[in-house]
């Protein structure tokens, strides 16, 4: 354990470094994200910001899981959030290369990102089916559930979908995605604190606490799509490997808040004609925006960095009932 300390204080100020210098090649490069007409009018300044960091947090994450191979012999458990992570990394890196190509704030359509996202768990259904059949444990009791395989891997398939959309959808503001997920994978390892999870989650906490130096506010560089699918492939992964699908939820309340939001305010607009939130993601709906449009859910007009603070303490506070609940 003590190496694994190690390795994730030194990969702090590496990513942060890497993360600064990937920042200058695509600024250089005049390579950066474009931002949707529909979108806070606030954040049309953020247009150009370099996109696709998370390549460096992929890589300097798979460097570390495989340079811990002589102390942390590799196992089917690392592979299946390997295999995870970079497939859906793949799926996101697809994504904003036509975004960039074409300039635009959308790559993939949606139908296309969930079919790209369905093979890959199909790949990794077939691949560790050992694994995609674990039991998984039920919040709040000490009750284990065997799902039969078909059931898990449709299981498997929401989760991935789930996981990897919502984390996505938390990636609206300066450092709110690397945060919530740093958080969430600190959570894992309190409610799964065994050495298969710490080789995983450690590094990619560590590489997430660099990231934010320069992903936080004022953002110099973006998640993009690749990075946010490649976190939520490791959430998933790991909630499935560990058997904590159930305790997902709760794990990840604020991506789960952010997912079901957008579904709640397309409800409310297509079956009532008005909007539930001042803007979905809810943390649109928290953020100060001008001209908000009518809205029925009284809403704060918070700065953003309060907006990204707020939800980082309430993913903690969903940490604590998590780890209740495993209790």
Request: charged share 10%.
């Amino acid at each position: 354990m003590r190496s694994l300390v190690a390795v994730g204080l030194a990969l702090v100020p590496l990513a942060a470094v890497l993360s600064t210098a990937f920042a200058g090649w695509m600024r250089r490069r005049a390579v950066g994200q474009q931002i949707r007409e529909l979108g806070p009018s606030t954040h049309r300044g953020k247009a150009g910001t370099p996109t696709a960091g998370g390549v460096v947090i992929v890589v300097l994450w798979l460097a570390a899981v495989v340079g811990l191979t002589p102390i942390a012999p590799w196992s089917r458990a690392t592979g299946f959030v390997v295999a995870a992570v970079l497939l859906f990394a793949a799926i996101g890196l697809l994504d904003d290369a036509i975004s960039l190509r074409r300039r635009r704030s959308t790559g993939l359509g949606g139908w296309g990102k969930i079919g790209l996202s369905l093979v890959g768990v199909a790949s990794l259904c077939a691949a560790f089916p050992d694994l995609v059949t674990a039991p998984q444990r039920i919040p709040f009791s000490e009750t284990l559930l065997q799902v039969p395989p078909a059931g898990a891997f449709v299981l498997a398939g929401f989760v991935f979908l789930a996981a990897t959309n919502s984390v996505n959808l938390t990636d609206g503001l300066d450092g709110l995605a690397g945060g919530v997920v740093a958080l969430i994978l600190v959570g894992m390892l309190l409610v799964t604190p065994d050495r298969a999870t710490a080789i995983v989650a450690i590094p990619l906490i560590a590489t997430l606490g660099g990231f934010l130096w320069t992903n936080s506010h004022p953002a110099g560089l973006f998640l993009g799509d690749v990075g946010s699918f490649a976190l939520g492939g490791a959430l998933a992964a790991l909630a499935v490997r560990n058997g904590t699908i159930f305790l997902l939820p709760l794990l990840a309340g604020i991506p789960v808040m952010e997912a079901g939001s957008v579904i709640l305010q397309i409800a409310s607009l297509r079956l009532g004609g008005c909007r539930l939130f001042k803007m979905a993601p809810l943390h649109h709906h928290f953020e100060r925006l001008d001209d908000p449009p009518p809205h029925r859910l009284p809403s704060p007009d918070w700065p953003e960095t309060k907006v990204t603070a707020a939800f980082c303490l309430a993913q903690a506070v969903f940490i604590g009932i998590a780890w209740l609940a495993a209790r």
